[in-house]
């Protein structure tokens, strides 16, 4: 029987758009007009991105990681995964994270300013009309550039993430290939099926919220000492009262993840028990024994 030849897919119209079509997301129309005129399927889908490719992110990546070996063993140390990160998506983090300083304190922060300066216009008596103008085109100014870039920045930040947890997976994958059976019989599936299903998929969530941490405290100085010089000590007591709740944040995000943890050892527990139950399938068939395994299944999944 002849193997049907799959028919080469497109390269995504992303590889080759300017700055303006990324802007306002242009190389997106022609897959929408596709989907308009019929009805889309996978053969529809485009290449994925050259820098998505698991090879090459899997290469940079595991040879990161020996050179930080490397590095550990001559400063005797203990490696770490995260400093290998760094050193292969470590100016891209930079990057977007400027972007988001600029976005969060040069236009966020500065509308509210600019609207209090125009509603301190219409309280005086008298005032040139075209400063209340200025003021009002700031205040769209600031809104439109901040909604133009914010979704190709968070679609940026996803691409990150996502380059990141491929990346993962592929070092996941080639180390497990070279497992050694001593270390096989400590490694179970399951262990193998979380890595790779949730704790690598963390990456992505990760990469979205981890620039906050430290332009949540800029900002927030920032906002504060606007505050202030509009309301007075009123504004320092309000966010003395908010960060009152970070202690409590952060003791429910150590309970969230030690709960977390419980439910990725069960989860490998019951993982390895099914690939038990499929290798001795024959076995269980043969003497009817469905029954009481059907009740460990349960009893597991509970």
């Not at 096989?184 to 690598?200: E, H, I, R």
């Not at 504004?235 to 977390?260: C, D, H, M, N, W």
Request: positive net charge; charged residues 25%.
């Amino acid at each position: 029987m002849e193997a049907q030849k799959r028919k080469e897919r497109e390269p995504c119209p992303r590889q080759k758009a300017n700055f303006l079509s990324y802007i306002i997301f242009g190389w997106t129309i022609p897959i929408f007009f596709k989907g308009y005129k019929k009805e889309l399927n996978t053969d529809d889908l485009y290449q994925p991105l050259r820098e998505h490719k698991s090879d090459g992110l899997g290469d940079r990546l595991c040879e990161a990681w020996e050179n930080e070996q490397k590095q550990a063993r001559m400063k005797n140390r203990k490696p770490k995964l995260l400093r290998a990160g760094f050193r292969v998506f470590g100016w891209e983090i930079a990057l977007l994270g400027l972007v988001l300083l600029t976005l969060e304190m040069l236009f966020k922060v500065s509308q509210p300013f600019f609207l209090g300066k125009l509603v301190a216009y219409y309280s005086r008596q008298q005032g040139d009309i075209t400063e209340a103008y200025l003021y009002a085109g700031a205040v769209v100014l600031c809104s439109a550039i901040n909604v133009l870039f914010i979704h190709p920045y968070m679609l940026s930040q996803l691409h990150l993430g996502m380059k990141l947890r491929v990346a993962a997976c592929s070092m996941i994958y080639r180390k497990s290939l070279r497992l050694s059976k001593t270390a096989l019989g400590d490694t179970t599936a399951g262990q193998v099926v979380n890595l790779l299903s949730n704790d690598v998929g963390r990456l992505d969530l990760a990469v979205l919220f981890v620039h906050y941490l430290w332009i949540g405290p800029l900002e927030t100085l920032v906002v504060t000492y606007l505050m202030y010089r509009e309301i007075g000590y009123s504004a320092i007591y309000g966010v003395l009262f908010l960060l009152l709740f970070i202690p409590l944040q952060a003791y429910l995000g150590k309970k969230t993840s030690e709960l977390r943890l419980r439910t990725a050892l069960r989860t490998d527990e019951r993982v390895r028990l099914m690939n038990e139950i499929i290798q001795g399938i024959q076995v269980i068939k043969m003497y009817t024994w469905e029954r009481p395994f059907a009740a460990l299944v349960a009893m597991a999944r509970k």
